[in-house]
């Protein structure tokens, strides 16, 4: 079993489904942060069989609107002196801006950059969102 | 008390039963005393922003605000504006904002007016956005509805031809269902039927009756509207399929006699061939009314919007 040290300060991005580590690690641009980061996958877990977990140290700020699309399984931990100060339970997000665009070809957000694709859920189960601007349903699979 | 002083209109949604029926009657006031209305808006500007051709609507919105004794200004095709340049619908209207007192917009994408409308400091009007909404049509059926039919609330309305394409079904549709009792017979061939979103929505939401039928002759008798639409060839990706479809739907004088004596034909205009000449000499025929009709609502709104609709 691979031992990663506890951190100080900073976040742990637990409960990950398997697999959707990679993904989270890429799409909130984690290679670009200025700060240790450590991505676990397949990590042994009681509750999931296997589970993906990411650390980054000296960074509690997050996009859990994002990490929500991705995986509503996670739970971000907030760390302080060792010790979780915060735990987040992620939820699909009501309101999205700017994280993926509009399904409608025909949408203004789609040529004038100006405009940022903003969306309202539509339906939890199937992850649809409506348009803010056209009024499209868009199904949103992050990958 | 309704006031609609300096807002958007891009959707009929975001006007209330109450505001849709105090600009109507307004309307019909400004029709039968047009003399009175004349100066309302001296020194008023109306902008025709419109990035896609369009006659009728830009006409309309035109005479109304000139009925009213002010003036306008404005483009007729994206190619004749800044928009040809690149230039974001933002700055457009930042800076349009400030030649005009109220705007209407047309535009070939979805959403456009919107964008327009949180970004600009005076009124912005959505005259049709691709597919999606307009709203100054569904006013013009409206008042239509309540000058030869006297009533918004249980109704039995026919919509013909393209239901799937056609914004100015999909927005009076909509519109109607907010008033009580109606019940709703959706004519269409199978491939232009009327989105099943909409439906879900029309019958979840405001709890509709929806009755589907392949042929105009079922649903004739039972109706006091018969709103007929064209279908559009621009809205085909394959020409056959639009040579297939575009003769299905045609009203004619046989059909008319199926109809009761009061039921009364509209059509958003301009129409191709869906109604055969013969059928406009048929005084249930009011698709000419309903474009004139459209002026005096349009008006309306304006002086609303303006300010002025209560000098």
Same mark, same amino acid.
């Given at each position: ?12 991005? *637990? ?31 009681? =509750?999931?069989? =296997? ?5 980054? %140290? ?12 991705? *995986? ?22 009501? %309101? ?48 | 008390?309704?006031?609609?002083? &300096? ?7 975001? @006007?209330? #039963? ?24 001296? &020194?008023?500007? @109306? ?48 800076? #349009? ?74 927005? #009076? ?20 039927? @009327? ?21 105009? !002759? ?15 060839? !621009?809205?085909?990706?394959? !020409? ?10 045609? #009203? ?16 958003? @205009?301009?129409?191709?061939? !869906? ?37």
């Amino acid at each position: 079993m691979i031992e990663v040290a506890s951190i100080r300060r900073g976040l742990v991005v *637990d409960h990950i489904t398997a697999g959707k580590g990679l993904l989270i690690f890429n799409k909130l641009n984690m290679a670009s942060l200025n700060c240790p980061v450590v991505l676990l996958m397949n990590v042994p877990s009681q =509750r999931m069989g =296997r589970k993906d977990i990411i650390k980054v %140290e000296n960074f509690t700020e997050i996009d859990t609107a994002m990490l929500g699309l991705i *995986d509503t399984k996670v739970t971000v931990n907030i760390i302080e002196n060792e010790h979780v100060v915060e735990k987040i339970k992620l939820a699909i997000p009501h %309101e999205v801006k700017g994280l993926f665009p509009c399904g409608n070809p025909r949408c203004v957000t789609n040529i004038d950059a100006y405009v940022t694709p903003t969306f309202h859920l539509h339906d939890e189960a199937n992850c649809s969102y409506t348009c803010e601007y056209c009024e499209e349903i868009t199904k949103v699979e992050i990958r | 008390m309704v006031n609609l002083v &300096g807002r958007h209109l891009i959707s009929p949604n975001d @006007l209330s #039963l109450e505001e849709i029926s105090t600009i109507v009657a307004l309307g019909q006031n400004m029709k039968r005393n047009r003399a009175d209305y004349a100066e309302l808006c001296r &020194g008023k500007i @109306l902008a025709t922003l419109f990035y896609e051709p369009s006659t009728r609507t830009k006409l309309s919105f035109e005479s109304a605000m000139l009925r009213m004794g002010g003036s306008i200004l404005g483009f007729s095709d994206a190619s004749s504006s800044s928009a040809a340049k690149g230039e974001s619908i933002a700055d457009t209207i930042r800076v #349009l904002a400030s030649y005009a007192d109220v705007a209407v917009m047309r535009h070939p994408r979805e959403g456009a007016p919107k964008v327009a409308s949180e970004y600009s400091t005076i009124p912005i009007i959505n005259g049709g956005d691709g597919g999606h909404q307009h709203p100054t049509q569904t006013l013009t059926d409206l008042i239509t509805i309540d000058t030869y039919i006297g009533r918004m609330e249980n109704l039995e309305v026919a919509f013909c031809g393209d239901l799937k394409y056609g914004r100015t079904v999909h927005s #009076l549709i909509e519109t109607l269902a907010r008033f009580p009792g109606s019940r709703f017979h959706l004519v269409s061939p199978e491939e232009l039927v @009327l989105p099943r979103r909409l439906k879900e929505h029309l019958t979840k939401i405001y709890g509709c009756e929806l009755i589907e039928y392949r042929r105009m !002759e079922e649903a004739l008798p039972h109706v006091d509207i018969l709103y007929m639409t064209r279908i559009q060839k !621009e809205r085909f990706f394959n !020409e056959a399929d639009y040579l297939r479809l575009k003769n299905s739907f045609i #009203l004619d004088a046989d059909k008319m006699k199926l109809a009761k004596q009061k039921m009364i034909v509209m059509h958003p @205009l301009p129409r191709v061939n !869906e109604i055969a000449y013969e059928v406009d000499d048929d005084p249930r025929a009011v698709y000419f009314q309903q474009a004139e009709l459209g002026v005096y609502v349009r008006m309306a709104l304006m002086a609303h919007q303006l300010g002025v609709a209560n000098q």
